[in-house]
């Protein structure tokens, strides 16, 4: 199994700024994943996160609100930018396992907008 | 479009008593379906997958096309199978649609 660390692990952030949370895992993975997390609701896939080209995001979320990279199979950045207190979340990486149909979750960030 | 409802928020049952946490699911294709468990703490993870028809920490879930639906059961519930479990489908290009979530409570 892949094992994925997030940082930060919580923040708290004032409105009007970003943050950049990244995802370290310790092998190269195919296809790594962003997912929020809103208070209080479930899983919300935000984008796919493609190595050497532009992420693929799903339908409500923008490249302007959310960039991402993914500079190597190991590693990728989401950025939440323009902060407002509805972003307060908690924001998941996931990557895909070996098998065809797995997948690992990182810890996730919990971020707080004030 | 792929929709993953479960009904219950919340389930509460005693240490001992079989457990059935519901799922159905709304998909055009044939679905890919899976049970994620998160305890106290801990990160999200896998607990069974439909495909792979096994039983894991006595959880079983059979998909029943005809009524679209992907229950997850055990016989004699434990206290340390108090956890959020999420239903979830896969679709196009593994990516997933979770279902909002039953927070299981094993009392004692």
């Known amino acids: 199994s892949a094992v994925i660390s997030q940082k930060p692990s919580r923040d708290i952030c004032q409105r009007g700024t970003s943050l950049t949370i990244q995802c370290q895992v310790d092998?190269?993975?195919?296809?790594m994943f962003w997912y929020r997390q809103q208070p209080g609701q479930s899983l919300t896939l935000i984008a796919t996160a493609n190595q050497g080209s532009e992420a693929t995001y799903e339908s409500g979320f923008v490249i302007d609100k959310f960039p991402i990279s993914r500079p190597n199979l190991t590693f990728s950045t989401l950025t939440v930018s323009n902060m407002s207190p509805e972003d307060s979340s908690i924001y998941l990486c996931?990557?895909?396992?070996?098998?065809?149909?797995?997948?690992?979750f990182g810890p996730g960030t919990r971020l707080t907008v004030t | 479009a792929q929709r993953v409802t479960q009904p219950e928020k919340l389930l509460s049952v005693f240490k001992g008593a079989p457990v059935e946490l519901k799922c159905n699911y709304s998909y055009s294709g044939s679905p890919e379906l899976f049970w994620y468990v998160q305890y106290s703490r801990q990160r999200l993870q896998l607990l069974l997958r439909?495909?792979s028809r096994e039983s894991i920490k006595g959880f079983t879930a059979d998909l029943n096309k005809g009524e679209t639906s992907f229950h997850l059961k055990k016989p004699f519930a434990q206290e340390e199978d108090s956890a959020m479990y999420y239903c979830?489908?896969?679709?196009?290009?593994?990516?997933?649609?979770f279902g909002q979530g039953t927070r299981l409570t094993i009392n004692p």
């Open positions: 092998s190269q993975v195919t296809m």
């Open positions: 439909h495909i």
């Open positions: 996931s990557v895909k396992g070996l098998a065809v149909d797995e997948q690992y």
């Open positions: 979830a489908l896969m679709h196009s290009a593994q990516k997933l649609v």
